[in-house]
């Protein structure tokens, strides 16, 4: 694991207590997106995001298969996330590990807690036949956030999603079937400063971490809390706030990106 | 061949004939021909075709000053990166505090940042620093950014001449090392002005004109921080 | 993988119109990661390719390490969305044969003997796969590797050939490989035409074995010049010549 020099991490911590951070940015500002869609031809959806550095692909297959027994006439989704070492000198080979796990089921709830995938639309026969989504995040390049690098790419892929019927000869093409997007917005706290969308070497020293996802309305519609320090109550109304604010202008670009 | 000519070379690019040249750095020979074996720039000093690599690790040399971060502390030695394809060994023979065995993580814990200087390399490419001189130390405070290795003669310039201009118009104290750490001292907008042209440095190296260009940037933003504070 | 699929036609036009010793449309383009020691993104044809090198660095545990030189490490690995049907993560026995090919064919002109103790990592990501993959993320590793500043007597390349419909063709595409008669992978150092990798299914008689092995070279060869043109594109470009 790369070692982080204690002069870097007292040097960000000095200058978060003038309310600086070491690219410029002020605590709630985001760093550059870039969104790029339709770029894997074997996939039903996909898309590439780049916020600052980081990169992450996103890629949505489809398939039939057997609904759960508790919603038989509802399709199936599910997410997994590849941390593979082609991103980062600290990732290694092998099965997923807890941060990969905990990625992909964060980047899942938030799809499916915001019902964005209308699934009562993807039932073929009940009880039988349903439509399987696989959503497969692959990270590329690790400069920080992948949490939200990988949810937006997720929607931009969700988005540009044909559901295959054709292939499987049961009837024309058609758009997935979707609802407004929930937009999710990471903040991580070091040395009694919360700061949105972090670089890698603000995540290298954060003491807490927080993403949430918001709607439209600015309700909150998944939440989830990393690493082993703490936040007051404080703290996590301006979370909560920086998420709803930033998330504004993020659905912006992502709408953008998703009609060209 | 013009002195201002910077030729980049690939590997096994051909670079010329062992009847006239030798293989220098990053050269090597088959069947009579010299070839470049890495990604860098053609140097051809007297006889010998030397390729001075753009990318990769640090490569150390003794006596090179470098900025080491302290990976562990051993019983009687730390190991130390210094961005080589080898962790460094600091004996505790070779710093100037008196240390008892064991002791070592009360002077030097991991995360700590230390200016040496390269002492060995062997065979092995086993590799030993020291902080057994003037200049070399712990390093306290500052900043501490990651260039490539490959870029410090530029960041340094002919002679130190981009070095002094950085210090003296954004008053802060830095020092490069040969491994490619460079530590900063000073006002939070001098080291955030040294940052930024440093990495204008990574991204210019190979052009030429570049020191005046550095020098026109930082008058340009001296005028505009005089003009802002007058006003 | 007999079939008396049309895979080409009277006018010796192929079914994406290629003749018989055309290649697919290659891109390369060097230095594309910001945290990787090395980099690479390949398109060839339907192939999507991103290679990345780290390295060397000190090869752990210690029990790995040689101690006269340096250990190569390819991986190749495709992502799930990658193929038509969805490929469940994680290597499979395919992908580790692959990645032992490839490691072998690399180590063959890495100046491994520079580096002791210590592991080269070099990592190829099929983003989106159209028949010949190895081929492609071999050749985006070669630039990887010399994107890293790793030392190197060449830089290898591979191209493959195979048949169909009783005809030696260059540069299989995806209906040609899954419907074709013969898939022959090779990789070369190209100065010195060295052979690194080689790979045959199907069935070939000598004869045609010669031709499609001539095919394949000759398409090294040529991609041989655009690992070159991509490398020399990214940093020669900002070395200003002053006359």
Same mark, same amino acid.
């Given at each position: 694991m790369t070692i982080i020099p204690s002069i870097k991490r007292d040097y960000l911590c000095k200058l978060a207590e003038q309310g600086k951070r070491i690219d410029g940015r002020r605590f709630d500002e985001y760093r550059s997106i870039s969104i790029e869609t339709n770029i894997i031809s074997k996939a039903e959806g996909s898309a590439r995001v780049k916020i600052g550095n980081t990169q992450v692909i996103a890629g949505i297959k489809m398939d039939i298969g057997e609904p759960y027994p508790d919603s038989p006439d509802?399709?199936?989704?599910?997410?997994?996330?590849?941390?593979?070492?082609?991103?980062?000198?600290?990732?290694?080979?092998?099965?997923?590990?807890? @941060?990969?796990? @905990?990625?992909?089921?964060?980047?899942?709830?938030?799809?499916?807690?915001?019902?964005?995938?209308?699934?009562?639309?993807?039932?073929?026969?009940?009880?039988?036949?349903?439509?399987?989504?696989?959503i497969d995040i692959h990270i590329i390049d690790h400069d920080g956030n992948l949490f939200d690098a990988s949810s937006l790419a997720t929607l931009a892929a969700l988005f540009t999603t044909t559901v295959p019927a054709k292939r499987f000869e049961i009837g024309e093409d058609y758009p997935l079937p979707l609802k407004e997007p929930p937009v999710s917005v990471t903040s991580v706290k070091f040395n009694k400063a919360v700061v949105v969308d972090p670089s890698l070497d603000e995540e290298d020293i954060a003491e807490a971490r927080l993403t949430v996802a918001t709607d439209s309305n600015g309700d909150i519609r998944a939440m989830q809390k990393g690493l082993s320090g703490s936040f007051t109550r404080e703290e996590i109304r301006k979370v909560i706030k920086a998420s709803i604010d930033n998330g504004i202008e993020i659905r912006r670009i992502l709408m953008n990106a998703i009609r060209k | 061949?013009?002195?201002?000519?910077?030729?980049?070379?690939?590997?096994?690019?051909?670079?010329?004939?062992?009847?006239? /040249?030798?293989?220098? #750095?990053?050269? /090597?020979?088959?069947?009579?021909?010299?070839?470049?074996?890495?990604?860098?720039?053609? #140097?051809?000093?007297?006889?010998?075709?030397?390729?001075?690599?753009?990318?990769?690790?640090?490569?150390?040399?003794?006596?090179?000053?470098?900025?080491?971060?302290?990976?562990?502390?051993?019983?009687?030695?730390?190991?130390?990166?210094?961005?080589?394809?080898?962790?460094?060994?600091? #004996?505790?023979?070779?710093?100037?505090?008196?240390?008892? /065995?064991?002791?070592?993580?009360?002077?030097?814990?991991?995360g700590d940042a230390v200016m040496a200087k390269v002492l060995m390399v062997d065979e092995a490419k086993r590799i030993q620093i020291t902080l057994n001189d003037r200049n070399l130390c712990k390093i306290r405070g500052g900043h501490l950014i990651d260039v490539e290795p490959s870029k410090v003669p530029r960041i340094i310039g002919k002679q130190g001449s981009m070095i002094a201009l950085l210090k003296k118009y954004t008053r802060c104290r830095i020092f490069v090392g040969q491994n490619g750490r460079v530590w900063l001292d000073g006002p939070d907008h001098g080291i955030a002005q040294v940052v930024r042209v440093i990495r204008l440095i990574e991204d210019e190296a190979l052009r030429f004109g570049l020191t005046n260009r550095v020098e026109e940037l930082l008058k340009k933003e001296a005028k505009d921080v005089e003009y802002y504070e007058k006003r | 993988m007999k079939n008396d699929k049309k895979l080409i036609n009277e006018e010796g036009r192929r079914l994406d119109g290629r003749r018989f010793d055309e290649l697919r449309p290659i891109r390369i383009e060097a230095g594309v990661l910001h945290r990787a020691d090395g980099s690479c993104y390949l398109e060839w044809g339907g192939n999507k390719i991103i290679a990345a090198v780290y390295g060397p660095r000190e090869a752990i545990p210690k029990h790995t390490q040689n101690p006269l030189k340096a250990i190569v490490n390819a991986r190749y690995n495709m992502a799930a969305f990658s193929v038509e049907d969805r490929k469940r993560p994680g290597p499979d026995r395919r992908s580790v044969e692959i990645s032992k090919v490839i490691s072998e064919a690399l180590e063959n002109v890495i100046l491994t003997e520079q580096f002791p103790r210590t592991m080269i990592n070099v990592n190829i990501e099929v983003l989106d796969a159209e028949a010949g993959t190895r081929c492609a993320g071999l050749t985006a590793a070669g630039v990887a590797l010399a994107d890293a500043g790793?030392?190197?007597?060449?830089?290898?390349?591979?191209?493959?050939? %195979?048949?169909?419909? %009783?005809?030696?063709?260059?540069? &299989? %595409?995806?209906?040609?490989?899954?419907?074709?008669?013969?898939?022959?992978?090779?990789?070369?150092?190209?100065?010195?035409?060295?052979? &690194?990798?080689?790979?045959?299914?199907?069935?070939?008689?000598?004869?045609?074995?010669?031709?499609?092995?001539?095919?394949?070279?000759?398409?090294?060869?040529?991609? *041989?010049?655009?690992?070159?043109?991509?490398?020399?594109?990214?940093?020669? *470009?900002?070395?200003?010549?002053? *006359?």
């Open positions: 509802q399709g199936v989704l599910t997410t997994s996330a590849e941390l593979v070492p082609l991103a980062s000198p600290d990732f290694e080979a092998g099965p997923p590990g807890g @941060e990969a796990i @905990e990625l992909a089921r964060v980047v899942d709830r938030g799809v499916r807690e915001s019902e964005v995938i209308e699934l009562d639309k993807l039932c073929i026969t009940p009880g039988e036949e349903v439509w399987v989504i696989f | 061949m013009s002195e201002k000519k910077r030729l980049v070379v690939i590997p096994s690019q051909y670079l010329g004939e062992t009847s006239r /040249f030798k293989p220098g #750095h990053g050269a /090597f020979i088959r069947d009579g021909k010299i070839y470049a074996e890495r990604l860098g720039i053609l #140097h051809v000093n007297g006889s010998y075709m030397n390729v001075i690599p753009l990318k990769g690790r640090y490569s150390p040399i003794v006596n090179d000053f470098v900025i080491g971060i302290v990976i562990e502390p051993l019983q009687s030695s730390w190991m130390v990166d210094i961005n080589a394809p080898y962790p460094a060994l600091l #004996h505790t023979e070779e710093v100037p505090w008196d240390i008892e /065995f064991g002791e070592t993580a009360r002077f030097l814990n991991a | 790793i030392p190197m007597v060449d830089i290898p390349v591979a191209c493959a050939a %195979g048949k169909i419909n %009783g005809q030696v063709v260059l540069d &299989l %595409g995806k209906e040609e490989d899954n419907y074709g008669d013969a898939d022959l992978p090779v990789a070369i150092a190209p100065r010195t035409d060295e052979i &690194l990798l080689l790979q045959m299914d199907g069935h070939l008689t000598l004869d045609e074995f010669e031709q499609a092995f001539e095919l394949a070279h000759k398409g090294c060869l040529y991609v *041989s010049e655009l690992q070159k043109k991509a490398l020399l594109e990214k940093y020669a *470009s900002i070395a200003e010549e002053v *006359s």
